[in-house]
């Protein structure tokens, strides 16, 4: 039962335009969030994350906005570049239970491509 | 610092045999993971080492699956005897803090094949 989704495999965008990618979640005991982003042939890359009591964080280009009442979340890169051009994972996971670890629900990833 | 590093990057074996892959996460990284990704589908969980405990194994498909990790630093994925099913991206991770929301840092995983 995947209890993060993203509903789109692949997303193409103009250089300089916004590329937003979409995240959804059916756990409400997550309370935390994270996008990674994968090269090919390359582990994935910690890029940006949220927690539940906040509702955007901004980094560089990158911002995340979550939306728990609709257990959503979204990435927007602004302005995207071609080396954005990858593939990005959202990640969800429950803090609250302490020295236990973090066990990460990973949804099946948006393949972006940035066009020069 | 070097980062997670995984071998062999990449291994075909064919069903019923043995393989096993290798993880050396960061230095000092008490938490180590596993994750696997079979192809076009999410990246799933399958265990966590805190030094040389299991810390959580809920993700382990079978007992065809044994992880270790020896002295609390590299560690190994043993499957026996592989499946087809198995083939995939397996990927490690390693982090510092336990029971903290920090992002892992990923290897570059091992690409299974079994035909």
């Known amino acids: 039962d995947q209890q993060v989704k993203q509903n789109s495999p692949s997303l193409s965008v103009q250089e300089g335009r916004i590329s937003i990618l979409n995240c959804d979640y059916t756990n409400s005991m997550f309370d935390y969030f994270l996008w990674y982003k994968k090269y090919p042939a390359e582990g994935p890359t910690f890029l940006i994350s949220i927690s539940s009591i906040k509702d955007k964080n901004e980094d560089g280009r990158f911002t995340v906005f979550l939306n728990k009442s609709a257990k959503h979340l979204s990435l927007h890169i602004v302005p995207s570049q071609p080396g954005d051009s990858a593939v990005y994972f959202c990640a969800a996971t429950r803090t609250a239970r302490s020295n236990t670890g973090n066990q990460f629900y990973f949804g099946t990833g948006t393949s972006l491509t940035v066009i020069p | 610092e070097a980062g997670v590093t995984q071998f062999p990057s990449h291994s075909v074996i064919e069903k019923g045999q043995t393989v096993t892959l290798r993880c050396d996460p960061i230095?000092?990284?008490?938490?180590l993971y596993w994750y696997r990704r079979v192809m076009g589908k999410e990246i799933k969980f399958l265990l966590h080492?805190?030094?040389?405990?299991?810390?959580?194994e809920s993700g382990m498909p079978n007992n065809r699956f044994l992880a270790e990790r020896t002295g609390g630093t590299y560690s190994t994925l043993k499957v026996q005897p592989a499946e087809l099913e198995d083939s995939g991206v397996y990927f490690c991770?390693?982090?510092?803090?336990?029971?903290?929301?920090?992002?892992?840092?990923f290897g570059s995983g091992t690409r299974l094949t079994v035909v």
């Open positions: 230095s000092g990284h008490d938490n």
């Open positions: 991770a390693s982090s510092q803090i336990t029971g903290a929301s920090y992002g892992y840092t």
């Open positions: 080492f805190v030094k040389e405990s299991k810390q959580d």
